[in-house]
């Protein structure tokens, strides 16, 4: 279900996908993040959750400028960043991040809120984000921009790397799924292992294309 304690952050923390918020109800949570794409419609579920503070953003999940797309920009980490600092000194219950599918956008949203608070300890943001949505695999871009405005010279997005790589690694089937999308060219720069042949030719394709 991807609950669990953040112990890098003193707010326990869900991250799920649009199918998965009815199932949320139960969690009563104090605060939502959504992460919609530009037109996509609001999710009726909520509208059976108890009463909750909501943070909604609207952008798709790119991790490059395309012509007529809406990728995520500053502005858009700035305002994660922000909601980080007033859960510190709010009620909060149990904060709930969700997406269209729980696997981009909001597992980079919670990666974000634990990077603000654990200079020092990104690969430890990853191991923990793994621990409770295990197949998840963060917008680069989002990453990118957190990076350099809390000023980890780096190191954030290292460590994300090292997480997709980990994460190829121990879901071949979900990476292959991830070459035959818009994703494939981050696959492919973390597989050079044989573990897997099918996928390793794969993600060869793809660096090749």
């Known amino acids: 279900m991807g ?6 952050l003193p707010y326990p923390v869900t991250i799920c996908g649009l199918n998965e918020l009815a199932d949320h109800r139960r ?3 104090s605060h939502v993040v959504s992460i919609l794409d530009p037109q996509w419609p609001d999710p009726p579920a909520f509208a059976d959750y108890a009463p909750h503070d909501r943070l909604l953003l609207r952008f798709e999940d790119i991790v490059e400028a395309k012509p007529g797309a809406q990728a995520p920009a500053e502005q858009d980490v700035s305002v994660i960043l922000a909601l980080g600092n007033r859960l510190e000194t709010a009620a909060v219950t149990h904060v709930l991040i969700h997406c269209h599918a729980g696997i981009s956008r909001s597992t980079a949203a919670a ?3 634990m ?3 654990n200079a020092g300890r990104e690969h430890l943001i990853f191991a923990e984000l793994s621990r409770i949505r295990p197949k ?3 917008n680069a871009l989002m990453i990118g921009f957190a990076d350099r405005m809390l000023a980890r010279g780096g190191a954030l997005t290292a460590a994300l790397k090292d ?5 190829v690694h121990d879901f071949p089937e979900f990476a292959e799924m991830l070459l035959r999308s ?3 060219h981050e696959v492919a720069a973390v597989t050079d292992d044989q573990w897997c042949p099918t996928l390793t030719e794969l993600a060869g394709r793809t660096k090749q294309g």
């Open 3 to 8: 609950m669990a304690s953040f112990p890098l």
């Open 27 to 29: 969690l009563k949570a």
């Open 163 to 167: 997480h997709q790589r980990q994460i």
């Open 136 to 138: 998840s695999w963060p």
């Open 111 to 113: 990666a974000i809120l």
């Open 115 to 117: 990077a603000r608070r």
């Open 182 to 184: 818009d994703r494939a």
